[in-house]
């Protein structure tokens, strides 16, 4: 049968059949809505919130620490008893087969205080400050000015902001004053002033010895090991030896080591304890968020199947119905010389239709739906560095998908029923109609 | 089309009900048509006149048998085959008429020449002058429900008539009608069957039909016997029904 022919009967029915058709359409469009809405959730949580859990409990990096030594609530790092990180150990470590990288985090060994402006407010604060490799925060530098050294005499310092400091003052300070909040567009390119020495709360302060540094925010980091600022490590190595001299330590706070393989986990943190280092991972944690993560995904999106398979029942019955009315028709048109092909084509192209503008009209609601709900609560909710940037997977790969599987379930819904009838001679159809 | 012989070699049927075989309905009828011959089936409801139609039209198989309508076996042809056989050498005439309610006058006679590869426009011409050969042209885009039955008649004749077909068969046209739209329907398939040379076969409870039919045959116990001359039974019959 020509396409066109297909189409005259297809117009026809389907004008003609209008209670039917929009039961069909109408059961169609409400199912993929509701499984587009349940995906567009599964889909966000994993991609959103894994790459949170991913950032912030990184699986191939160990934490590398001088082993303290615990009594009761306190806790001591004697020297002779464990290894100290030292550049030597550093580069020890970045010499062993199963070590892909070794980012180690210097800290500012004196008081600081960041000074600054927003929104014609003047305020400063006491300020951890760390120094760290431009390899090991790349991911997150996001300014023009990178994460390079430059002489902080004439150029401004990059800085890296934790993530958590802005939630401190956006659902802290800001709501309880009633300043702005800040957003990442708002943070990075501000600059403010590093006073190295100065403090507001030690009393161990020497005022004929701080040094003003212009610095330039250059990103966000969700790091936890980076809470307060990080700089680059050359920085951090001039401070030290500017402000104690020859007794300045070269010695790091902790070392991240990123190892090559997944398969040498164990064996690499059996290593390091062996040369009296404190070893801490992040796989175990990672892995039971991203279970628990990738299981409410599931939930969310077997719900959504519920409803797909709940609708798909609506459709076939719906389907059986007008088939059911339609044996005398499809005895008809096999009487009077329709082939059992072209009998199944037409009617098939009849579901066909119906699930592709059920689907289109499901999955776009859905869609608009997914896209107003992230604009809404965007705004709605308090701006939070763990919020993920989207509720609802809004992209357009998902509609097309939704569409392909109403087209695709409402042709394998119907077609053995087709099937089945089309078999049958045609003198036992127009009998039974 | 001129018309074409048909042959039933030892036709049985039997419907098969709640999975074990039931009474046979055709037991071993052997028939032989004549190109261009006009055969009338009488017989009570339920005598088999229907489903012999409807084997000859190819749309149900005999139990066991032959049913051969020029050279072709119609059972043994694959379904492009038979589809093709039904669509262009048959022109078949249901009791119920079997219109597609979805679809106007012209429409449903339009189907078979659809289905025969005609473009719309040569398939809408084609309907339309079979419903003006019928009477029905102003009733063109009306759809069944806003036709009488004879008018509905009219277009199911139209409809098996658009391809110009070499065998008519017409199960009881008259039955759902009154009296006079009846002889005025039978008029017309006898004009047909005179100016196209069809092969017709009619089974029928209509006695008028003898002024039209060049054989009357008559369908009781699963086989036909010839109705003689004189002889009423069928409508005798006929009548015994209608008013028991």
């Not at chain 2, 089309?1 to 055709?26: D, H, K, Q």
Request: include cysteine.
């Amino acid at each position: 049968m020509k396409l066109r022919h297909v189409a005259f009967f297809l117009r026809r029915n389907l004008r003609r059949r209008g209670g039917r058709t929009l039961t069909a359409v109408g059961a169609i469009a409400v199912a993929m809505t509701i499984f587009h809405l349940m995906a567009a959730l599964a889909l966000a949580l994993r991609s959103e919130v894994l790459a949170k859990i991913q950032v912030i409990f990184p699986e191939h990096t160990l934490i590398v620490r001088p082993r303290t030594l615990d009594i009761g609530p306190l806790a001591f790092s004697p020297g002779l008893l464990t290894a100290r990180l030292t550049p030597d150990t550093a580069h020890r470590l970045a010499d062993q087969p199963e070590i892909k990288a070794v980012w180690p985090q210097l800290p500012l060994t004196m008081p600081a205080m960041a000074v600054g402006s927003l929104a014609g407010y003047e305020g400063s604060t006491d300020i951890v400050a760390y120094g760290v490799p431009a390899d090991m925060v790349k991911s997150e530098v996001m300014g023009a000015r990178g994460f390079k050294y430059a002489d902080p005499a004439t150029s401004t310092m990059p800085v890296l902001v934790s993530r958590f400091f802005v939630d401190m003052f956006n659902l802290g300070l800001a709501e309880g004053q009633g300043l702005p909040k800040l957003t990442d567009t708002a943070v990075i390119g501000r600059h403010f002033q590093l006073l190295v020495g100065a403090s507001l709360l030690s009393l161990d302060v020497k005022p004929e010895q701080v040094r003003k540094v212009e610095c330039e925010i250059v990103g966000l980091t969700h790091n936890p090991a980076l809470l307060g600022v990080a700089v680059p490590l050359e920085y951090v190595r001039e401070f030290n030896r500017w402000y104690h001299g020859s007794k300045a330590t070269e010695n790091y706070a902790q070392v991240h080591v990123v190892i090559r393989s997944p398969e040498d986990y164990e064996a690499v943190i059996q290593k390091l304890e062996s040369w009296g280092l404190q070893v801490e991972g992040q796989r175990d944690t990672a892995r039971r968020l991203r279970l628990a993560v990738n299981g409410a995904a599931l939930i969310v999106l077997l719900f959504g199947l519920a409803a797909l398979a709940m609708a798909a029942v609506i459709i076939v019955n719906t389907f059986a119905l007008i088939m059911l009315e339609r044996r005398g028709e499809i005895g008809l048109l096999r009487a009077v010389g329709a082939t059992r092909r072209a009998t199944m084509g037409l009617l098939l192209a009849e579901s066909v239709l119906l699930a592709l503008v059920g689907g289109t009209i499901g999955s776009g609601v859905a869609w608009a739906a997914s896209r107003l709900a992230n604009q809404v609560l965007a705004r709605w909710l308090p701006p939070f560095s763990l919020a993920p940037s989207y509720w609802l997977d809004e992209r357009i790969g998902l509609f097309a998908f939704c569409v392909i599987l109403a087209v695709v379930g409402g042709a394998v819904a119907t077609a053995p029923m087709l099937w089945r009838s089309v078999r049958r001679w045609p003198a036992d159809l127009l009998r039974e109609s | 089309m001129a018309g074409e012989t048909i042959r039933l070699i030892n036709i049985w049927l039997t419907y098969a009900s709640s999975g074990t075989a039931g009474e046979p309905v055709l037991r071993g009828i052997d028939l032989d048509v004549q190109a261009g011959e006009f055969l009338a089936i009488h017989g009570r409801s339920g005598s088999g006149k229907t489903t012999l139609l409807h084997m000859i039209g190819g749309i149900l198989p005999p139990t066991k048998g032959e049913v051969v309508v020029g050279s072709h076996s119609l059972f043994s042809l694959n379904d492009l085959d038979l589809s093709a056989f039904r669509n262009r050498k048959i022109g078949f005439i249901f009791q119920s008429y079997h219109l597609a309610p979805t679809l106007t006058a012209v429409e449903n006679a339009m189907v078979p020449a659809l289905l025969a590869g005609q473009s719309l426009a040569q398939a809408r011409k084609r309907a339309m002058e079979t419903l003006n050969e019928v009477g029905l042209s102003d009733k063109a885009d009306a759809r069944p429900a806003e036709m009488s039955g004879g008018q509905m008649q009219r277009v199911a004749i139209a409809r098996a008539l658009v391809n110009d077909p070499a065998i008519l068969l017409a199960d009881e046209p008259t039955g759902n009608l009154d009296a006079q739209t009846g002889v005025e329907i039978l008029a017309l398939l006898g004009r047909y069957h005179l100016e196209r040379r069809l092969t017709v076969l009619m089974a029928t409870h209509d006695s008028s039909v003898e002024m039209h039919a060049t054989h009357q045959l008559y369908l009781t116990g699963g086989q036909l016997q010839p109705l003689r001359s004189g002889d009423d039974q069928a409508f005798a019959e006929r009548s015994h029904e209608a008013n028991p």
